[in-house]
């Protein structure tokens, strides 16, 4: 009997503390696997609880392996082919949910293969609320058992050496499963198998679009792909399809605990007032961009410490992944442009920031696709952008140095890119930092009394 691996791309799957339901789903799935199976989990720089909740899994179950990789399921899923050791890779969408059923017809089908290769999918069953989604199932299933072309809600599977060979998924944002069974197909067409038992997958989309409109959309995008539109320009026909905002600001901050804030005030201000101080940054920023649509990314803290901290502020809270600050940036941007058009980046210690630079800031943006506020340290306080550039983002940037500003444009002109640079502005670091926004009226002098109600 071939050995199984199955890969499992997440992205933001646990919203909330104590939501067990992908727990649940993958303990489940533990329970299917032979002596030689295995599971690995691959994150995808999720910003809520998923990444803490794959670990917790991976080190109570020795079949589990948890892994990150860049966003993209197409990249997700080769990281964890990559890792992989067995014989057939079995591709499974963290919304779709594989039965015991199903995988002993799976097993039984591979089981009289032997070692010879295999590729495929299953049948698919969409579990939502539309009438039309068992009419749409019943379609999807006839159309991929003629024409050898799955898709990724059917679970598609196929030989780790035939996989190789194909070099992995296509790294592109739309259509990598379609592309993927086009070049199998081609390669070992005798090879194509279709599991009549059906894995179970969700119908939110439908739903929550409607079911006619979703139904249209994926077949005009299928014809545009079988036109030869590239799967790049699809992606951006695909945002433009979906309702943007025109503006997201993300904050960065940490919790205001003393020694992990602010900690090179210390000599100046102590541990426990530097967390008072990094509580007044946040605090106040947040209040100067009323009437914004803003969100913060945060490091560190409870739900709950989080939940009294904002207290009465409408605003939304991601936890900032693993990685220098460049990926954790760049997951912010990929994050945020799926749904806004433009997408500021700021720090809580931009004292001198004003809704009015925000606007200037913005329009710059608009017209030149990138725009920064550097630092008067070597840094920057802000950056806006209306797409990814991930050059910006490399690990290769010293992060957290006076450099950074410089190794930002450097990078930008070796990729023959341009970006607005407004005027420089006063973030807060050292001492002499303070006293200056202090003596500038950046900063109240009575600040340690703001926002006592917080505390």
């Known amino acids: 009997m071939p050995s199984v691996s199955i ?22 799935l533990v329970q299917l696997l032979g002596p030689g199976d295995e599971l690995l989990l691959v994150d995808g720089g999720s910003t809520d609880y998923s990444w803490p909740v794959l670990q917790t899994l991976a080190e109570k179950h020795p079949q589990i392996t948890a892994l990150q990789s860049g966003k993209g399921r197409a ?7 990559e890792k992989a050791h067995g014989d057939v890779l079995l591709f499974l969408h963290a919304d779709t949910v594989l039965g015991q059923h199903s995988w002993r017809d799976f097993l039984s089908r591979l089981s009289i293969v032997g070692g010879a290769p295999v590729w495929g999918r299953f049948d698919v ?3 939502g609320q539309s009438r039309w989604l068992p009419i749409v199932a019943w379609f999807m299933n006839q159309r991929s058992r003629l024409s ?20 992995g998924f296509p790294n592109q ?102 967390a008072v101080f990094a ?36 605003v939304l809270r991601y936890i900032q992944p693993q990685g220098h600050l460049g990926v954790r940036m760049q997951t912010a941007v990929e994050t945020h442009l799926n749904n806004s058009e433009i997408v500021v980046l700021l720090g809580p210690d931009a004292v001198e920031f004003t809704q009015a630079d925000l606007q200037k800031l913005i329009c710059a943006a608009r017209q030149q696709g990138l725009a920064f506020i550097p630092a008067h340290d070597g840094g920057y306080v802000a950056l806006a952008c209306n797409r990814s550039v991930p050059e910006i983002f490399s690990e290769t ?3 957290g140095t006076a450099s950074v500003a410089e190794q930002t444009r450097t990078a930008l002109q070796h990729k023959g890119l341009q970006a607005l640079w407004l005027p420089p502005q006063l973030d807060i670091d050292e001492p002499a930092d303070l006293e200056k926004a202090i003596g500038l009226a ?3 002098a009575d600040w340690p009394a703001r926002y006592s109600a917080h505390e």
Do not use: H
């Not at 890969?7 to 489940?28: H, K, T």
């Not at 990249?75 to 082919?81: H, V």
């Not at 894995?199 to 545009?224: C, E, H, P, Q």
């Not at 920023?285 to 410490?305: P, R």
């Open 173 to 274: 944002p739309l259509m990598e499963d379609i592309e993927l069974c086009k070049r199998l197909k081609q390669l070992a067409p005798r090879a194509f198998l279709a599991i009549a038992s059906p894995v179970y997958t969700s119908g939110r989309r439908w739903d929550l679009n409607g079911a006619w409109k979703t139904i249209v959309l994926m077949w005009r995008f299928r014809f545009l792909y079988w036109r030869g539109v590239p799967a790049a320009g699809l992606a951006r026909l695909y945002a433009d399809t979906r309702q943007k905002l025109p503006v997201t600001v993300a904050v960065f901050a940490k919790y205001p605990q003393a020694g992990r804030v602010k900690t090179r005030l210390a000599p100046l201000l102590g541990a426990e007032q530097c």
């Open 397 to 399: 940037i010293q992060w």
């Open 75 to 81: 990249q997700q899923m080769n990281a964890g082919a």
């Open 148 to 167: 050898k072309i799955g898709t990724g809600d059917q679970a598609l599977f196929c030989s780790r050496g035939l996989f190789k060979q194909l070099g």
């Open 125 to 127: 069953c969409i579990e």
């Open 442 to 444: 950046c900063v109240p």
């Open 7 to 28: 890969v499992m791309p997440v992205y933001n799957e646990v919203p909330a503390a104590g939501d067990n339901s992908l727990s649940n789903r993958i303990q489940a």
């Open 279 to 314: 509580r007044y940054l946040l605090l106040s920023t947040l209040d100067k961009l009323q009437g914004v649509n803003v969100v913060v990314w945060t490091d560190g803290g409870s739900a709950e410490q989080w939940a009294a901290l904002l207290k009465g502020r409408t």
